[in-house]
């Protein structure tokens, strides 16, 4: 394999450089001091009050002065469409309180067989209404909201400029943050099954859906430029396939909320597919098994599934292609997808929506796929057998769908001889999938040590009831002396910044597309029992977000990686899929009232960036 040469070399060249396994003895060099006197002179002298505050207030976006187009709007845009959308609406499902009494039961897709896809999902257990039914009017946001907190005593010591074209925005998802999900006629998706089958689950969440003006207002005022979300395919398409009528609602809600984010001076980042696909997709499963990430029950290895997700994302495109500069196609795909059948679908249907968007619909604007691995670190780096191991967790993870989209390479030979069914794309499928991602989108949220299992990676490719199995590599979070890799979270996130820079020259070098790091973030620990006001004093998340911005600009400055920009996760705490205690956010959300409050480390992060930008 071409790739996996590269792969090792690189891995070592890199890993080799790194302090951490240098063995030396001795203390830390100081930064530049001066020399102090070994015997100070002391002295008296008249004391005064000096250290108060010095108030400062965050900075907002400028309202924007001239608005770029990517594509043609939409009545020029439907015409390069093999058949003009049906659209209709079909309102609200209000499970446990009012059953939709429809009488067009001959209508395949009516009002009685929307109703009966809820019917079918059995969210009774849910909280699916919560303050609001209709968009909420922004209020301006007080500036007693934006005074800096006071400052971290220790702080980054870099001096670089982020370059004048790099994306810095938030991000969040639709079903982490909307709410509304039996209303304005979106259809169920397998997230209400993935969490709805073991306890009652509040899934009004932030009710972002009704909020959203209000939302948009409160992040231009911070600063931020750029707005990471994601459409609901089965807001868009309830019944999810080609030919099937389209959610007027849904569609006249994400253009407000596109020329929204606009008008705020804020540029908007959409993802086609994040978590939520359509229920139909695994609507044969059996109704008791409990659905997992990574199993067959993401719906992605269904055999409609290509032509139903191209389809959607046509229709998508067509819409709002003309206003957003930036489309990412799937999020973490191998989470729903770690079978040959669903990640065979992914690269497909990818390349599929690449060609249209830019063939087709000739757009200007970036469109890519973003992954959820977690950089894979060989326990020692000297050791060729971890080596190996990190290579291949590697491959598992990101080769499987980067090796054709972004090098036009075949599947790695660890994926095709361990997974059942896998077999190799044609040079024909290759030439057609290859170089279709515009930037190589990556959710580097910790890192992970990686070595071989006991009984090797062989033995446990070769069989499927091995717990390590399909991965088959041994995967910690101590290092190779015992310690742990970095600052714990409430989660699986550990504070390890040196590893990002290092991720990032791996990644660059490897598959050679711009980098965006289109989720990064940390869950303080048991950060959800504190008061709100130790809640927004939240400095390990302020270190973590600053010590990975400076190591993006060191990859920047010092090694010549193009990071194309850094999107902090997540505007605001929300619903980790059933868990509300894991909290991300840079906001805190009150669950009673709906309020946001801006966390210290909101603060923290825009004032670094604003600091480092290039014009300032
Ligand atoms: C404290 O406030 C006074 C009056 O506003 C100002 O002159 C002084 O510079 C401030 N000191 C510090 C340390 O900020
Ligand atoms: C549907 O019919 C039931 C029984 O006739 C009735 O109680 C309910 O109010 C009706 N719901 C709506 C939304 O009309
Ligand atoms: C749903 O709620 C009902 C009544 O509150 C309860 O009996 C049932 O066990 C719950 N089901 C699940 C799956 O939690
Ligand atoms: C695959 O998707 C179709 C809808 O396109 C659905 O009818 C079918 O039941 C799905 N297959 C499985 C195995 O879930
Ligand atoms: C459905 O799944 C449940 C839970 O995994 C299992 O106990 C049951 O046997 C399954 N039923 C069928 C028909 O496969
Ligand atoms: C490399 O690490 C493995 C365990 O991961 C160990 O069994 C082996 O002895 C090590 N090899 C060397 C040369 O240290
Ligand atoms: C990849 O695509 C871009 C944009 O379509 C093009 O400029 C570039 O030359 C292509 N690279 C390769 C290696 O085909
Ligand atoms: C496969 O793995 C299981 C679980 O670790 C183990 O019990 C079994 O012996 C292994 N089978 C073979 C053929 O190695
Ligand atoms: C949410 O706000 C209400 C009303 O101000 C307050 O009583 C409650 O304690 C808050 N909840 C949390 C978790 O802070």
Known sequence: MRVSVINISLIAAIVQAQQLFITTTGYTERPQ??????????????????????????????SPTSTQTYAPPYSEAVKRLSASPATTTWGSYLPGHTVINATDTNDPY?????????????????????????????????????????????????????????????????????GAVALEGRGPTILEKLAGLTQPKNYVTAENYFLYKQDIQRLASMGVKYYSFSIPWARILPFALPGTPVNQEGIKHYDDLINTVLDAGMQPIVTLLHFDSPWVFVSSDNATAKPDFGAKNGGYQNETFVDAFVNYAK????????RVPVWVTFNEPWLYSFNFAGANNVVHAHAQVYHFYHDVLKATGKMG????????????????????AARRFQEQYLGFYANPIFLGQQYPDSVLQTLPGAKPLSKEELRYIG??????????????????????????????????????VVQETKNVYGWNIGY???????????????????????????????EFGFPVYAEAEKELSDQLFDTP???????????????????????????AWSWVDNWEFGDYNQQFGIQVLNHT????????????????????????
């Open 369 to 388: 796929i973003k992954f959820n691995d977690n950089f894979g670190v060989p326990r020692d780096p000297k050791n060729s057998s971890d080596v190996h």
């Open 593 to 616: 009232t709906q309020q946001r409050f801006f966390k210290k480390s909101f603060f923290d992060l825009v004032d670094f960036v604003g600091a480092r930008l290039s014009s300032s």
């Open 315 to 322: 229709i998508v495109l067509s819409h709002y292609a003309d």
């Open 110 to 178: 009516g009002q009685a067989a929307w109703s009966s896809l809820w019917q079918n999902v059995k969210l009774d257990n849910y909280t699916t209404t919560g303050l609001y039914s209709t968009t909420v009017s922004p209020t301006p946001i007080p500036s007693s909201e934006l005074v800096l907190p006071p400052r971290d005593y220790f702080g980054s010591t870099d001096c670089y400029s982020f370059p004048d074209d790099f994306i810095f925005g938030v991000a969040g998802s639709a079903a982490q943050v909307e």
């Open 33 to 62: 001091c001066t020399q102090s006197p070994a015997s100070p002179s002391y002295h008296f002298q008249p004391f005064s009050f000096t250290l108060n505050e010095t108030v400062r207030y965050a900075t907002s976006v400028p």
């Open 488 to 518: 714990r979270s409430q989660s699986y996130t550990y504070m390890a910044p040196t590893y990002l820079r290092e991720y990032l020259n791996y990644l660059w070098n490897t598959f050679r597309q711009p980098v965006l790091v289109g």
């Open 435 to 472: 170089n279709t991602s515009d930037f190589f989108g990556i959710d580097p949220y910790t890192t992970t040590v990686v070595s071989q299992p006991a009984e090797g990676i062989d033995e446990c490719a070769a069989n499927r009831t091995d717990p390590l199995w399909p991965i088959c």
């Open 541 to 567: 998340r302020s270190i973590y977000y600053l010590s990975y911005m400076s190591e993006i600009l060191k990859s920047i400055h010092e090694d010549g990686v193009h990071v194309m920009g850094a999107l």
